[in-house]
DNA sequence: ATAGGGTTAG
């Protein structure tokens, strides 16, 4: 077994997961990508029996257990009918005897309500209804549900949702932290600075944690001048660390009052703390929007002579970002450079971003061996990210079959899936290559019924204007409806494009409702 | 939520 992985090892790669500490089945041989045969993979679980492995298995056990659950999800995302309010949806429920056999456990709670995230009155009808049935919720459904609320602007629904929950005792700093954050993303700051003030009533304590986050949901929505006197009310009794000083430095970068950040700098040292990374990653970044990279460079000088403040993977991907998104990819470049020379070690988001940086540099070769070598020999495993760089990349190369393999590889993958995302440059291909029966119905197939992905309003565009420029207008036209009927609005444009091929076919019934589908918008 | 990214549409 010994020499089978050894051998193994040395002809692929295997990425280590830092969370399970177990190795993850995931290879590279050369140019073409496998996933790990089934046989392989047992004698990796059979060399890697350990504590951590057992729980990856239970973990896989759960997962089909899971699946079953997917069912009695579709059975009551079913019986709920969108459009009617949470007591309706609640009766409906409770009338119906297959929804009423379904076990409650917290994972079909939590599934539901991940379901109607931008639903609020299915959210709160199922809720209610587990509710009837005995369920007892857990402090983290209520959680979800206060955000629903709050990000559906449902202000009320979501006080009373907080009394609720204050008389079952079941408020929590995070609890307190959605709320806040929804009244000020609401424009009600007031509305945040009350429920801090209420705190006590939750059994909860203002200190410096609290105080912290109360200030951050305000400085967040730019609210940071209010944030500052409220500060200047509270320091004399709750002490401010250094969070506190680096949240009023994002606030101000925020509201590009920069020299307010430098003095709240000062500031901070007036009370005894150092700036750190973040403050001054922070003003790097209010830089880098404005492409000041001269200020960028001066402060990367700064951090590297000063102490305790150093640059980190955060800082550069910031910069290299930025530099590329400003198309100055040998700057860029020489960033990534620099963290090596420093020897700064590099994370997954830093090297999506240098992944791509290669790839708008018009240097593929570089990203595929930033990815096929420098990652794996770093033992970071690439993510959904790195995946849609890579098919993005070599789609615009015209290396289709390389991207296909890439997009295989992920489907297959323990780590991570596709998404949406991955597919737009594919889709986006069929396209320019014309194997739009061939590829194209394949890969919408693939999406819907193996990867549960829903089309987004980006993807019916391109889709549309991909079919409409290769005369399938009546193709067009099918998903035209289907995105209306889902409640997206098409693009103006979309509708002028769709129309004009529509009436040179003839179609003048598809016509008349694209034209009342335009009055609309 | 104390800091970081990309993306379609000729």
Avoid at 7 to 14: A, H, I, K, N
Avoid at 18 to 34: Q, T
Avoid at 128 to 138: S, V
Avoid at 351 to 361: E, K, P, Q, V
């Amino acid at each position: 077994m010994v020499s089978l992985l050894g051998s193994c090892l040395r002809t692929t790669r295997v990425f280590l997961d830092p969370s399970f500490s177990c190795a993850l089945y995931f290879v590279h041989c050369g140019h073409s990508f496998h996933a790990l045969s089934s046989v392989f993979v047992s004698s990796l679980v059979e060399t890697f029996e350990t504590p951590h492995f057992a729980k990856r298995k239970l973990d896989c056990q759960e997962q089909c257990l899971n699946s079953t659950r997917q069912s009695d999800i579709g059975i009551l995302v079913e019986k709920v009918r969108v459009g009617n309010s949470h007591d309706e949806i609640l009766q409906s429920l409770a009338h119906d005897q297959t929804c009423n056999s379904i076990h409650l456990s917290h994972d079909l709670v939590n599934r539901l309500l991940f379901h109607f995230k931008d639903d609020w009155k299915s959210a709160l009808g199922v809720f209610r209804w587990a509710e009837l049935r005995g369920y007892k919720h857990k402090s983290e459904a209520y959680d979800t549900l206060v955000d629903i609320l709050g990000k559906m602007k449902q202000m009320d629904q979501m006080e009373a949702l907080l009394e609720e929950m204050k008389k079952g005792q079941l408020v929590t700093l995070k609890t307190v932290g959605k709320a806040m954050r929804r009244f000020s993303g609401a424009g009600q700051w007031e509305n945040a600075v009350r429920v801090f003030d209420k705190l006590g009533t939750f059994g909860l304590e203002k200190n410096t944690e609290s105080m912290n986050l109360l200030l951050d949901t305000l400085c967040k929505e730019r609210k940071v001048e209010q944030a500052r006197e409220i500060f200047l009310e509270l320091k004399s009794h709750i002490s401010p660390n250094a969070n506190t000083f680096n949240i009023f430095i994002h606030g101000w970068c925020k509201v590009c009052r920069v020299d307010e950040a430098y003095w709240t700098i000062q500031e901070m040292r007036g009370h005894g703390f150092l700036p750190c990374v973040i403050s001054y990653s922070t003003i790097i970044q209010f830089y880098c929007c404005r492409c000041d990279f001269c200020k960028v460079y001066e402060l990367l000088d700064e951090m590297e002579a000063a102490l305790g403040s150093t640059p980190n993977v955060v800082t550069y991907t910031s910069v290299m970002s930025a530099l590329a998104k400003s198309e100055k990819y040998e700057e860029a470049l020489e960033i990534a450079q620099r963290m090596r020379l420093v020897g700064c070690k590099p994370d997954a988001l830093f090297y999506n971003s240098l992944i791509h940086s290669l790839g708008r540099a018009g240097r593929p070769q570089e990203a595929v061996h930033v990815f096929e070598e420098e990652m794996p020999s770093t033992g970071i495993p690439p993510n959904t990210s790195t995946y849609n760089s890579m098919i993005a990349m070599l789609c615009h190369q015209a290396q289709e079959l390389k991207a296909l393999n890439l997009l295989n590889e992920m489907e297959t993958s323990m780590i991570c899936k596709p998404d949406v995302q991955t597919y737009y440059p594919l889709l986006k291909s069929c396209f320019r290559t014309g194997k739009i029966d061939s590829l194209l119905r394949q890969l919408l197939d693939d999406m819907v019924k193996k990867h549960h992905l829903s089309l987004d309003k980006s993807a019916y565009t391109l889709l549309i204007h991909g079919l409409c420029r290769a005369n399938k207008c009546d193709w067009a036209y099918c998903l035209f409806e289907e995105m209306i009927g889902k409640d997206i609005m098409p693009r103006y444009r979309t509708c002028c494009l769709l129309l004009e091929e529509v009436k040179l076919k003839h179609l003048y019934d598809a016509a008349k409702k694209i034209e009342i589908v335009m009055q609309k918008l």
